[in-house]
């Protein structure tokens, strides 16, 4: 029986690149789906360290209950269930509000479910970010701009995903910078840098652009890799995450605010840009918590 699983929905790229570096370690490891976990566990062999990916198409209840009860077993898991809890975006603008604000920005932040709240957030600040609370990939983020239509706007936005995320728009050089952490440590960053959408997303159509690249356009690109290097362990102690994507957005005046941080974060962009080796960073971490548990 394998010491350490991969616990996910399809086989990504990302799946099969930490397969492949865990292989060359010499990690002997079997990829699940969800699919294949029933509860309670009865007599399994179940492994020393557990990745686990999230299935959106999975009930997100019953991935929670599996993340704690291999816990409660013994096995370590990357990311553990209490730090995903720390990681939707309502609990990152509050996380920062109490422990990071003095050593970053971020937009300022209203969630409610409360229609006037809401509008008035939205007249003082004239152009807005809706985010679903747990989302990625940049869908559902939109650009709501205050104008007559816009308190009917909020309504739909409020039936349809039952709580409303506005955050005040920060006008940018086009681009962000996504930073990966691993242990506390950033490994790898690019940037991300769209004309066409706001959102900088590879998804909406971004262009990932080395940090190098970006930088002799606008320096900021360097700043932004420097706050992400000031804040990684800060944030690794306070929601307890193992690894997580960071988001950082530079603003024309040149000051760098905190977007968000992804439990569950890609890396192809990231790779196929750079040229570096995430996956065999997250691969030596397995290796190292499977080290510590022998
Ligand atoms: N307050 C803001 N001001 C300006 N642009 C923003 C703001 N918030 C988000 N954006 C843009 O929209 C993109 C998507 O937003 P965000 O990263 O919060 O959502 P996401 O859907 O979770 O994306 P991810 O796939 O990175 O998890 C950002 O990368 C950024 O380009
Ligand atoms: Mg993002």
New binding site residues.
């Given amino acids: 029986m394998s010491s350490v699983w991969i616990l996910c929905g399809k086989i990504s790229y990302e799946v099969e690149r930490v397969s492949e570096e865990l292989e060359k370690l010499g990690v002997l490891h079997s990829i699940f789906s969800w699919n294949e976990i029933t509860l309670p566990f009865k007599g399994e062999n179940l492994p020393r360290v557990v990745w686990h990916r999230y299935d959106p198409t999975v009930s997100m209840v019953f991935q929670f209950c599996v993340l704690e009860e291999f816990e409660r077993q013994g096995v370590y898991v990357i990311n553990r269930k209490e730090a995903v809890e720390n990681s939707d975006k309502a609990s990152i603008y509050l996380l920062w509000s109490k422990y990071l604000r003095n050593h970053v920005k971020m937009?300022d932040t209203l969630v409610t479910r409360d229609i006037d709240a809401a509008v008035s957030f939205l007249k003082s600040h004239r152009r807005v970010?809706f985010?679903p609370l747990a989302?990625?990939?940049?869908?559902g983020?939109q650009l709501i701009e205050w104008n007559e239509f816009a308190p009917k706007l909020l309504e739909e936005l409020l039936r349809k995903y039952g709580c409303i995320f506005l955050?005040?728009?920060?006008h940018?050089p086009n681009y962000?910078v996504r930073s990966i952490v691993i242990g506390g440590r950033v490994v790898a960053s690019f940037a991300r840098y769209n004309e066409r959408d706001?959102?900088?997303?590879i998804h909406c159509g971004g262009q990932g652009l080395k940090i190098e690249e970006m930088g002799r356009v606008s320096k900021v690109a360097f700043e932004c890799v420097r706050v992400a290097e000031q804040i990684a362990p800060m944030i690794t102690e306070i929601t307890g995450l193992d690894m997580y994507g960071l988001?950082l957005?530079p603003g024309i005046d040149n000051s760098v605010y905190l977007?968000?941080w992804?439990a569950f974060f890609g890396f192809e962009g990231l790779e196929k840009t750079t040229g570096l080796n995430v996956a065999r960073e997250v691969a030596r971490y397995i290796a190292l918590k499977l080290g510590e548990r022998r």
């Fill in positions: 937009p970010v985010k989302s990625g990939r940049g869908l983020v955050q005040k728009y920060i940018n962000d706001f959102r900088h997303n988001d957005l977007l968000e992804n």
